[in-house]
């Protein structure tokens, strides 16, 4: 080769090099539906720092968020004593627009203890895991900011200072408040260097420990959200769950060599120390949370799923006395898997850890980005559904909370309702419409049942669009937030139509995901895809609490000449053509505020149907007919479109009584009654 | 082993021989629950009978169904359906006490037991009865609380286990000894029951103390039967609802009905079959046998003495045994 080409060939490649690096440095800004913002390329004040735009743990070659903050964390866990202590360094971008001199960070461990604003709601309202009805020591848990230096600025520890912005707690530590010396500019890196000290408590809301495993869920300092031009960082709440920026985690761990872990992200590495310990470090992009488990105990399998953007490793992280439940596992979330991505989109992770956490550990039932804990027992017939509802549930929160990345303080149920809604879909499309919880020894519940009577019995209590601490308790937390989101977009595919409103979950997750939308962005997608005004719906649905509930109050015929003399009439014998007119009522009712146009079937004895519509204004409507037919039924939403109907009893009637459904309801009752009464007599006498 | 053998077989010969008891009591029991389960049926037809969604309950058995109804406000507070149940099932319980004197006056009987004679049984224990049941219930009552609140604080302890099977192995292993025991003080008061009937015993206070007495010195002779009866009575309970699960169909109410009777039915009878059994042992043990008047010795009349010889003055010689008249004295 001459020189000539050499030098030639040395300037493609470098030109080569330049050209990918450009187009590196250019795809690095937020892809899809960023704020506008964000168009200004970051500017990098001095060079030395910055949010790294790595793709090792996304099926992607470049970044899919806009990258705000860059953990890097080094944590050593002491196993006998439940203890954590860390370093923790924390880039984070100004992309804010404006300055920034204070930056306010959620120490969540700090909610488990005797004033805390956690544990005061969790005891008035009682929570899932506790009702404080004696303080036990064990569920203490704290976050300590041992130190912390903004680089530039030196140590600031003595800024800190405990806010408590929702209640004005004066013994809630869950927010501290850091007071800088300088202003940090917009677009600049700002590194923060904090040694931190956690006590984790027996496990509360899913984090801390049980006999020897251990969920390190929101285990470290973690800075609040700069959204719509002011700091967003509530406290912790015993209903509330969790916001935050995305970006880049790098996390290493040490613990006890005979510990089986399992984190966010892909692991990079795995060192085994002279004492007794190894590190395990783990890389993340694109996530916006960290978590991690321990237990010597755990069984592994380990899969791969063809995604549509590549492969994911699947690692199930099973107890030893559920190791045969491990298929039902791997089955439910590849089919969850499958469901998703054709439905709303793409999974770009490389990884899935299925958690089997430690039984009666209060960790049943949690999502964190890659990372989700089931729920299970040592007991479950595999017409017991329940392994399966809770791995499809958190999995989609992956989708809802993990991409598309609400505020879980102030609009819970864009994350945890919207998840119930496609768990309904999801499941009755694995394991049947009416069979998807149980379906088991001739007993059948179907999660769209599930999701109702959760709703109905606090229908009227508070508003979907609401505070998730601002609710009136927790069951009411619970029913609303789960159960009337998925009720009112159940009930929305009925306006709108069942493949719009499809398509328009597609088209919400694929604009939003990476960003922080609001309740606006999700209702005008609805509306924008649907092309269809239904803020009469939003604003009763979401925004009021307004109960529904229609009924149909009246269904009889009754002969026109009714007043004629009986002698003088023929009593129609059986196969003659009964020439009889009859007058015919059908009345409807709205018994509660929520206005609904419905639509009612009425059937006749002579095999005609007849619909109506109604548009639900008055309080009630009558239908009258005369024919030479008697009515038989009458139904509002014959299509059973309108979940949202608190009372679905009375949404038909039949003129003629069918008794059987209470006489076999009864022969149950009476079995029960009799049998107790006869084991009562068998001790007693 | 016979010996076990002979209490199964001789009290079951005695349900057996007095089946009409069985009959009674299992009507007695269909009867009350009926009254029981009235408000409950009421509230089902107002809700139920006129709507179209509750076809859904007869194909399976929908909790999503069964939920919402008993959500509704005029279904009514599920206390009102479940008091009632508990009221007549607890007056089941007081006729069985009232009843049971006669039962056990009838297995003992080698006849059929008039009527007014099984009735007579009833009212001459009745208050017996009550303070039969008033102590049975005070010990049966620490018993059961000590032993299922150990029960209870071992289990607690074994959740600290890592094993997770551990708790319930422990539960089930406490309720077997619990069951043990707890049978072991109803075979005691069984007895006393028994003792009171049949002895006609005032002082139940000496059949509580004579079954104490004998419970423990037959243990093994009468837990065995008493714990073979009760796991017939399992094999009856899981049988019938087997049947019920698996033969007849999701919209049979008939069918339902009927095989929910006759399990329930035969359910009576291990417990009744327990009683013939305390019968059978009251019968062979505890029985006092009226002590028989002696037969007179007889001494065959002394021959006359023979001649003693030298003595001048003869002396007459009796017999070593006192004379019949002296026997009786």
């Known amino acids: 080769m001459t020189t000539r080409w050499k030098i030639a060939l040395v300037a493609v490649i470098v030109l080569g090099v330049a050209a990918f690096v450009t187009r590196k440095t250019v795809t690095a800004a937020p892809q899809a539906a960023a704020p506008a913002k964000t168009a200004e390329a970051p500017s990098m004040p001095s060079g030395t720092v910055s949010i790294p735009d790595t793709t090792l743990a996304i099926n992607s070659s470049t970044p899919m968020s806009q990258r705000i903050v860059h953990y890097e ?87 800190l200072q405990y806010i408590s912005p929702d209640d004005g707690n004066k013994d809630d530590r869950t927010v501290v408040d850091l007071k800088l010396a300088k202003p940090i500019a917009p677009n600049a890196f700002v590194q923060f260097k904090i040694a931190f000290h956690e006590q984790m408590p027996e496990t509360q809301a899913r984090s801390g420990w049980k006999r020897d495993f ?14 719509h031009g002011a700091w967003n960082c509530h406290q912790y709440h015993a209903t509330t769950e969790f916001f935050a920026d995305f970006g880049v985690y790098d996390v290493k761990l040490t613990v006890p060599q005979n510990e089986v872990i399992g984190a966010s992200g892909i692991e990079v590495s795995d060192v085994n120390n002279p004492d007794g310990t190894k590190t395990v470090t783990y890389h993340g992009d694109d996530i916006h949370d960290f978590a991690w488990t321990v237990s010597p105990r755990y069984k592994i ?43 709303y989109g793409p999974y770009p992770y490389k990884t ?3 958690v089997d956490p430690e039984p009666d550990s209060a960790s049943e039932g949690m999502e964190y980005p890659t990372f989700i804990t089931g729920g299970t027992s040592w007991f479950m017939p595999q017409g017991l559904g329940f392994p399966e509802v809770v791995v499809e549930h958190e999995f989609g929160h992956q989708y809802w909370y993990g991409m598309v990345a609400t505020n879980e303080f102030e609009d819970a149920w864009m994350d945890e309702g919207i998840n119930s809604y496609t768990e309904v879909k999801v499941l009755d499309s694995i394991l049947g419409k009416n069979t998807s919880m149980i379906n088991w020894a001739r007993m059948t519940l179907g999660e769209r049942e599930e999701q109702q009577f959760g709703y109905a019995s606090v229908a009227d209590r508070d508003a979907m669009a609401q505070n998730a601490f601002d609710y009136y308790n927790s069951n009411s937390y619970g029913g609303i937030t789960y159960g009337k989101t998925a009720s009112v977009l159940l009930t929305l595919e009925g306006i709108i139509g069942e493949d719009t409103m499809a398509k328009a979950m597609h088209t919400y997750f694929m604009k939003y995901r990476f960003t922080h939308p609001t309740k606006e962005d999700f209702l005008k997608t609805i509306e924008e895809v649907s092309g269809k005004d ?49 007058q015919t009522y059908v009345a409807l009712r709205r018994k509660t505020d929520f206005v609904m146009p419905v639509d009612v079937e009425i ?37 059973h479109t309108i979940q949202l109907d608190r009372n679905d009893f009375n949404n038909s009637r039949v003129v003629e009584p069918n008794p059987k459904p209470t006489y076999k309801l009864s022969t149950y009752w009476l079995f029960v009654t009799q049998w107790v009464s006869q084991a009562m007599a068998w001790w007693a006498v | 082993m016979n010996s076990n053998k002979g209490l199964l077989s001789s009290g079951l010969s005695m349900v057996m021989r007095n089946k009409r008891y069985i009959f009674w009591f299992w009507l007695l029991n269909l009867t009350l629950a009926e009254f029981g389960t009235a408000a409950f049926r009421r509230s089902a037809h107002a809700i139920l009978d006129h709507s179209f969604l509750s076809d859904k309950l007869m194909h399976s058995f929908d909790i999503g169904v069964i939920v919402g109804l008993l959500q509704r406000p005029e279904f009514g507070q599920m206390d009102s359906m479940t008091m009632p149940a508990l009221y007549f099932g607890f007056l089941f319980f007081l006729f069985t ?37 008033i102590i049975a219930g005070i010990v049966m009552g620490i018993f059961a609380g000590i032993l299922f609140n150990l029960n209870g604080v071992i289990v607690k302890k074994a959740t600290e286990s890592t094993n997770e099977v551990l708790p319930f192995e422990l539960r089930m292993i406490g309720f077997t000894v619990i069951f043990l025991i707890m049978t072991t003080l109803r075979i005691w008061f069984d007895l006393a029951e028994a003792d009171t009937v049949l002895n006609d015993q005032r002082a139940v206070r000496k059949s509580i103390a004579a079954a104490f007495k004998h419970t423990f010195r037959d243990l093994a002779r009468l837990l065995t039967p008493y714990v073979a009866s009760t796991l017939v009575a399992v094999f009856f309970l899981l049988g019938g609802i087997s049947i019920w699960m698996n033969l007849v169909r999701p919209d049979s109410i008939i069918g339902a009905f009927v095989i929910a009777q006759i399990t329930l039915f035969l359910l009576l ?16 043990r505890m029985l006092v046998p009226v002590v028989a008047a002696q037969a007179a010795e007889t001494t065959p009349v002394a021959a006359p003495p023979a001649p003693v010889v030298p003595t001048p003055d003869p002396v007459p010689v009796t017999s070593g045994s006192p004379s019949p008249s002296e026997e009786t004295h």
Not at chain 1, 214 to 227: A, D, E, I, R, S
Not at chain 1, 606 to 629: L, V
Not at chain 2, 107 to 124: H, I, K, Q, V
Request: proline share 5%.
């Open chain 1, 534 to 582: 239904v803020r009469w719906y939003f604003n009763q649905a979401v925004y009021g609490s307004p109960v529904l509930d229609y009924e149909v109050s009246q269904a009889e015929s009754y002969p026109l000449n009714w007043y004629e003399e009986k002698k003088d009439k023929k009593e129609p014998k059986k196969g003659d053509k009964d020439d009889t007119v009859y």
């Open chain 1, 603 to 639: 059937k006749f004895d002579n095999g005609e149907k007849i619909r109506e519509h109604w548009d639900g204004q008055s309080r009630w409507t009558r239908f009258s007919y005369q024919k030479k037919a008697k009515v038989i039924s009458a139904e509002i939403d014959p299509d």
């Open chain 2, 269 to 284: 009878i291990p417990r009744f079959w327990q009683r013939g059994i305390a019968v059978s042992y009251w019968q062979q």
């Open chain 1, 301 to 343: 399998k380990e899969a791969t799923y063809q995604s549509q953007m590549g492969p994911i490793k699947l690692r199930f992280m099973m107890q030893p006395a559920h190791w045969d439940q491990v298929d039902r596992h791997e089955k439910i979330t590849r089919d969850t898997l499958d469901r998703f991505e054709k439905w």
């Open chain 1, 352 to 354: 899935l850890t299925v």
């Open chain 1, 214 to 227: 251990l969920l390190g869920g929101q285990w470290f300092p973690k800075v609040g959200v700069f959204w």
């Open chain 2, 97 to 133: 006490a009232i009843f049971l004197p006669g039962v056990f006056a009838g297995y003992a009987s080698t006849y059929r037991l008039p009527r007014e004679d099984f009735f007579r049984a009833c009212g001459r224990n009745l208050w017996r009865f009550i303070r039969i049941m």
């Open chain 1, 73 to 159: 964390i080094d944590a050593k866990y002491n196993a006998a004593k439940h203890t954590i202590d860390a370093n923790e360094v924390l880039t984070y971008h100004n992309l804010t627009g404006q300055a920034l001199d204070h930056f306010p960070f959620h120490l969540y461990q700090n909610a488990f203890q005797p004033n805390a604003t956690w544990v005061r709601e969790a005891k008035r309202d009682g929570s899932r895991d506790t009702e404080y009805d004696h303080w036990d020591p064990k569920e203490y848990g704290s976050e300590e900011i041992t130190s912390v230096e903004v680089v530039g600025q030196g140590d600031l520890t003595k800024n």
